[in-house]
């Protein structure tokens, strides 16, 4: 969930599947925001939170703007989105894939 919002975190444990994981980047409002923990627990859900990149970030985005790193050799497929089902079960075998890129129809 990365909108930050009291609202997204809450849609996101709402979506996510039972036993599955929501992982929070970046900040939130300050104070305290609800959580549904009856439902993280209902649903055992995971529930991770992660800070965003600070200078990686811009670093990142200079290496690639400048030519110094291809990202295009990370990607192992592209699939149109109305195949989006089998591309997540490719993305999500290792073995298989680094990143599969989902394409207009």
Not at 59 to 79: N, P, S, Y
């Amino acid at each position: 969930e990365i909108s930050g919002t009291a609202a997204g975190l809450a849609a996101a444990i709402a979506s996510v599947r039972r036993g599955g994981t929501v992982v929070q980047v970046g900040n939130l409002p300050g104070g305290q925001i609800p959580v549904a923990a009856n439902a993280v627990m209902a649903k055992e859900i995971n529930l991770n939170g992660t800070f965003r990149f600070d200078e990686e970030f811009d670093q990142a985005v200079d290496l690639i703007v400048g030519g110094d790193i291809d990202v295009l050799k990370l990607v192992t497929a592209e699939r149109p989105l109305s195949s989006a089902r089998d591309a997540f079960r490719l993305a999500a075998d290792r073995s298989q894939s680094v990143k599969v890129v989902l394409t207009a129809d």
